[in-house]
């Protein structure tokens, strides 16, 4: 197997001369498998009907339509696609890029026009196994998740987003001194309360036997994350025979690297206060 990074081609490669590249292409296509992460959005700006999103990843990646039979002659056979780019151009943007991978013969998952299709395993089929692959966005865009139909209402097409549960830990004696602070709020109302983890100031506490000493010194804290995982996608990584039958290699990316859990992609230079928070514990 041959994996590689982020995949950001914007115009077909094999077409040109790149010295070296051959020697490069020789490697991907000697493999069993070739994977790669999907990191661009393809289509045809000329008769594109989409548009770019008010929020998105960091830049408007975007590719000819020739990229996709580009990526399948260079050897690519099974691509993930969601990260935080999935959604730079909208569900146009995502669902055309889809209608182009199609064709091409190339596996791709982390997204669908619901939350089942988007966590659902993709499978690719090679002489020496069957490999399957399941793909996460842990930075995405408010708007980017899918979402599972409500009633007779359609599904949301989107990401398959891995959501974080962000809290620290602290020593006991430091939560109860936590405790007794958010116990004097002025806007704190007692009900429904958990013992063993606070909320103060939008920051979740729990107590530890260990603590790590953040940059600075300035608190003996660990910070640590709870992922919330689409129950099919944990299903087949657990080793669950999914229905349409065993498969032989696994695998899954989650890309993590700027704010999780939806928060503004801007990050460091934004003033909406979730991004404001999400600077204490980015997820690397």
Request: positive net charge; charged residues 20%; proline residues 6%.
């Given at each position: 197997?041959?994996?590689?990074?982020d995949?950001m081609?914007s115009?077909?490669?094999?077409?040109?001369h790149?010295p070296?590249f051959?020697?490069?292409?020789d490697?991907?296509?000697?493999?069993?498998?070739t994977?790669?992460?999907?990191?661009?959005?393809?289509?045809?700006?000329?008769?594109f009907?989409?548009?770019?999103?008010a929020?998105?990843?960091?830049?408007?990646?975007?590719?000819?339509?020739?990229?996709?039979?580009?990526?399948?002659?260079?050897?690519?056979?099974?691509?993930s696609y969601?990260?935080?780019?999935t959604?730079d151009?909208?569900?146009?943007?995502m669902?055309?890029?889809?209608r182009?991978?199609?064709p091409?013969?190339?596996?791709?998952?982390?997204?669908?026009?619901?939350?089942?299709?988007?966590?659902?395993?993709?499978?690719?089929?090679?002489?020496?196994?069957?490999?399957?692959?399941?793909?996460?966005?842990?930075?995405?865009?408010?708007?980017?998740?899918?979402?599972?139909?409500?009633?007779?209402?359609?599904?949301?097409?989107?990401?398959?987003?891995?959501?974080?549960?962000?809290?620290?830990v602290?020593?006991?004696?430091?939560?109860?001194?936590?405790?007794?602070i958010?116990?004097?709020?002025?806007?704190?109302?007692?009900?429904?309360?958990?013992?063993?983890?606070?909320t103060?100031?939008?920051?979740?506490?729990?107590?530890?036997?260990?603590?790590l000493?953040?940059?600075?010194?300035?608190?003996?804290?660990l910070?640590?994350?709870?992922?919330?995982?689409h129950?099919?996608t944990?299903?087949?990584?657990?080793?669950?025979?999914?229905?349409?039958?065993?498969?032989?290699?696994?695998?899954?990316?989650?890309?993590?690297?700027?704010?999780?859990?939806?928060?503004?992609?801007?990050?460091?230079?934004?003033?909406?206060s979730?991004?404001?928070?999400s600077?204490?514990?980015?997820?690397?």
């Amino acid at each position: 197997m041959v994996a590689v990074g982020d995949l950001m081609v914007s115009r077909a490669l094999t077409k040109g001369h790149n010295p070296g590249f051959d020697a490069i292409v020789d490697i991907l296509r000697g493999a069993d498998v070739t994977f790669g992460k999907m990191e661009t959005n393809i289509f045809d700006s000329r008769s594109f009907r989409g548009s770019p999103q008010a929020e998105y990843g960091g830049a408007y990646h975007v590719s000819l339509p020739d990229v996709g039979p580009d990526l399948k002659a260079m050897g690519f056979d099974i691509v993930s696609y969601a990260n935080n780019h999935t959604l730079d151009w909208g569900l146009e943007g995502m669902l055309e890029t889809c209608r182009l991978l199609d064709p091409s013969g190339i596996v791709y998952a982390g997204v669908g026009e619901n939350l089942a299709q988007a966590g659902a395993a993709r499978f690719l089929e090679t002489p020496r196994g069957r490999v399957g692959l399941v793909s996460f966005a842990s930075t995405f865009t408010p708007m980017s998740r899918a979402c599972n139909p409500a009633g007779e209402a359609h599904g949301r097409s989107g990401v398959n987003a891995l959501r974080l549960a962000k809290f620290v830990v602290v020593l006991p004696e430091m939560l109860e001194s936590l405790r007794k602070i958010r116990d004097s709020l002025p806007d704190y109302s007692r009900g429904g309360e958990d013992s063993t983890r606070i909320t103060v100031a939008g920051v979740t506490y729990k107590a530890g036997e260990k603590a790590l000493v953040v940059s600075g010194g300035i608190l003996p804290v660990l910070m640590r994350f709870d992922c919330r995982i689409h129950a099919a996608t944990f299903s087949f990584w657990a080793g669950v025979t999914p229905p349409i039958g065993q498969h032989d290699f696994k695998l899954a990316l989650v890309p993590c690297h700027g704010p999780s859990d939806g928060f503004c992609p801007r990050h460091r230079s934004c003033n909406h206060s979730p991004c404001r928070q999400s600077a204490r514990g980015r997820s690397t």
